[in-house]
């Protein structure tokens, strides 16, 4: 069978074999060149094979070359050009340029349905309400001008004049070009397998006919030579992506297309957000910072007479003594400002961006944006089994469907709970550690030791540790993620993301906030009493918070997972694909002054991968989370995320246009999963930093003393205050009443006292309820489940008028919207219409003679001319 389809292949192409020999042509010395040795053609695609005729296996180098010959053949037919140059670093690498001309490029974007200009926009721009959002972010229209806008509509060749075709070298941009030459690619045909057709530049890619396929990077044309037909202004580009700018985006449109149009677009609208949120931030932490020292309580807990003299009781088993409450005077600093506005910046940025969102669908030509465009992955055809008819279509599909998911996820599963539990294991077994080696007890002497407290030292290296964890299992989660989608065998490029977007962040949200959610919520909460602790694992006694709350500790452990992200992050996009190219660039070269033509320095960069933007994307939602649902700890985390970002907008351009190979521009009519993922986090903050707040922080038994403890009848205080409130919220114990297997050897210091405190609201010793819950505790607790009802309600009431009053689209473009369907109809289809006029006119005339066959004609015209309009207007 393969013998003797290999025949029809060489008898089909025999009369291509001297046109592809032809093309091969010596480089012709100018490194800068995208075009072809006549200087006239523009190249907008490469294909990159490596010569197969000094290999020792010739019969699977022979079936390469057939196919490889039958494929380009292919492309030569459907209109395309092509040029052959040898490598000149290696000469067994061959690089064919490919080449659309302007007959190409028409009947493919009528083919494609590609909405192209009729008409400059002749609405005047209207005000919005919102335009305060970002007109202090507006960039300078001496830096770039302001592009005129234009209606359009799809092509169609027969109506070429309707069209504002002001110069034939720019109606078609570079990211339309090479998305039409990659759309041919995809679909030309190399091989028969039988009854099956292989056909596309992915399946060669993969199976290794072609080793490289990409656009070029046009980095020699500055903005000016975009107006002449170059590339569009890399490096402006470079330069306006610096900034927290979105309005201009159409240079990264025109060059790289909708899909990184559309991800810069959102990341400079999530850098704007981060402004305003930093700004808030930051007055929160000021407030609390300068009113640190006048907090009752921490002057307390730091007043020698008072904490000075209160001896806290053990916090672990025979390693642990006791201590003196002074030692966490730092820490009881903590002022907690309640950053609720936070949380509706955050639904001014989602729903702002519903509308900016539905701007650039416009304005890009999205708007009508089907996935049945996209083409089916290979991997996907590859290993389909069954064939089902689409009732719409009526075309037979087939899909695979696939039952190891379940069982992989099962696994995915126990190695994230055994990672967290490693952690909490870890943070237990360190504090007994630290516990018996720190001092317990402040003489006033060393400084240090205010800050160097077993709590701190335990929760500074835990951060430390868990950050470094996390980092190691990112790469096993990212394999397993991709693994299980692999097994799924999503039908599009699109669904493999979508799907492969859900998990991983899934498995990111445990992996990166796991740690955070322990200290937020579990640790401290239940821990028993001195008498009668809990144990984790049976073994281990659970963590307690200081006096102060854990609130400070949640605070470290953000920081360093959060910072230590971020540099990481950098250093790995910036440092890695550099010592790449330096490496390969190193190896390559024969001599230093050799010229290397522009087709060869782009092969030499580094692949972009399949995935593409999608660990960008991982990167920003997963800092979207640390932003919003831990902001009540950590208010300064949007500012640390916003100096990140402004930095990431600068490294995202740089790597992309002079690290990576070009992308092929792709349509993108959203940022697909994430926005629903991030609108999920925006509601789940609410209910996280409400809890923080309640649970995690001492605000609300500090407000339930202030005014309800500190009076009669529960306090001795005539008047509102928070005085005694240290005294009042710490139990005692009485230590005699100590098992033996957790009894600690007391101190010299401590060998005339009977009793400790610790940290939880319970009768005393002596009492008939004695360490039971006391009234305080009750009152605290109703008082946390009314405050965490009450702000949920109120901030929830609150984004959804904000997402009320803000509607998704603008009227402005809806009004665009509309007249570009009314210049479609009226202007495409109006030449149409004309012509039936004149027919018929010619016709009533004709019918004056009275001929048969003139009046049968005349009254059959109307009728068709009447079905005709009806099917143009429909249309």
Known sequence: MWSAHKKKCCSKTHHFKRILHSLQVEFNEKPDSFFFNDGQRRIDFVLVYEDESKKENRKRSFNKKQMRQVYESNLISYGLQLEATRSVLDEKIIFVKVHAPWEVLCTYAEMMHIKLPVQPNDLKTQKS????????????????????????????????????????????????????????????????????????????????????????????????????????????????????TYEKMWICLKYYGEKIGIYFAWLGFYTHMLLMAAVVGLGCFLFGYITKDNCTWSQEVCDPNIG???????????????????????????????????????????????????????????????????????????????????????????????????????????????????????????????????????????????????????????????????????????????????????????????????????????????????IAFFK?????????????????????????????????????????????????EVLLPWVKNLVGRYCTAVRAETIIPRWEQDYHLQPIGKLGLFYEYLEMVIQFGFVTLFVASFPLA????????????????????????????????????????????????????????????????????????????????????????????????????????????????????TTCRYRDFRYPPGHQHQYEHNAYYWHVIAAKLAFIIVMEHVIYFVKFIISYVIPDVSQETKSKIKREKYLTQTLLHGNSLKVIKKTMGEIADKSTSGSPETDMAASLWPKQALMFVTLQWNY
């Open 524 to 572: 401290g909460k239940f821990v028993g009493y001195p008498g009668d602790p809990v144990y984790w694992l049976g073994k281990y006694r659970n963590e307690e918070c200081d006096p102060g709350g854990c609130l400070l500790e949640l605070t470290t452990q953000l920081a360093i997972i959060m910072g230590g992200k971020a540099i990481w992050n950098n250093i790995q």
């Open 129 to 244: 309400a919102f335009s305060w959002f970002s007109r202090p972010f507006q960039v300078d229209v001496n830096i770039i001008k302001p592009e005129q806008e234009f209606f359009t509509a799809p092509f169609e060749k027969d109506r070429l004049s309707d069209f504002y075709i002001h110069d034939k070298d720019v109606f078609f941009n570079p990211a339309t070009r090479s998305r039409i030459v990659y759309f041919i690619l995809s679909r030309a045909e190399f091989a028969v397998k039988g009854s099956v057709k292989r056909f596309g530049i992915n399946k060669l890619l993969d199976s290794g006919i072609y080793k490289a396929a990409f656009p070029l990077h046009d980095v020699s044309s500055k903005f000016s030579a975009y107006k002449n037909g170059g590339g569009g202004g890399i490096y402006l580009s470079l330069n306006i992506w610096g900034g927290i």
């Open 638 to 753: 949007p500012l640390l995320a916003l100096f990140n970002n402004l930095l990431e907008i600068r490294v995202d351009a740089w790597k992309i246009t002079t690290q990576f190979r070009r992308m092929v521009p792709q349509k993108a009519q959203d940022i697909g999963a994430w926005q629903p993922i991030m609108q999920g986090i925006a509601i789940l903050a609410v209910v996280t930093n409400a809890m923080i707040i309640a649970f995690t922080s001492d605000m609300i038994p500090r407000l339930v003393y202030y005014w309800s403890f500190s009076v009669p009848p529960y306090g001795e205080h005539r008047s509102h205050t928070m005085k005694g409130y240290i005294n009042n919220t710490l139990s005692v114990f009485d230590i005699s009443n100590f098992k033996n297997e957790s009894k600690p050897d007391p101190l010299p210091w401590f060998v005339n006292q």
């Open 308 to 518: 000075g003299s209160i001896i806290m009781c053990p916090q672990c088993d025979k390693a642990c003594t006791y201590w003196n409450l002074t030692i966490t005077c730092e820490s009881s600093k903590s002022v907690l400002f309640i950053n609720s506005f936070i949380l509706w910046i955050v639904t001014l940025f989602l729903e702002f961006w519903k509308r900016r969102q539905a701007e650039l669908e416009y304005e890009w030509d999205t708007v009508e944006f089907l996935e049945q465009e996209e083409h089916v992955r290979p991997e996907y055809e590859a290993r389909c089994t069954y064939v089902v008819v689409n009732e719409i279509t009526q075309v037979r599909n087939t899909f695979v469907t696939c039952k190891k998911v379940r069982n992989s996820s099962t696994v995915i599963i126990l190695l994230i709970i055994s990672s967290v539990i490693g952690i909490i294991v870890y943070r237990l077994s360190v504090f007994l550690v630290f516990s018996a080696r720190l001092p317990r007890h402040i003489n006033g002497t060393e400084a240090i030791q205010k800050y160097l407290t077993p709590q701190a030292a335990t929760s500074v290296t835990a951060s430390i540790i868990s950050f470094i964890i996390i980092m190691i299992l990112n790469i096993v989660y990212e394999k397993v993620a991709i693994m299980i989608t692999d097994f799924e065998l999503p039908r599009t490029q699109t669904d493999y993301e979508n799907s492969l977007t859900t998990k991983m962040f899934l498995f990111q949200f445990v992996n990166y906030y796991s740690s955070c959610f322990y």
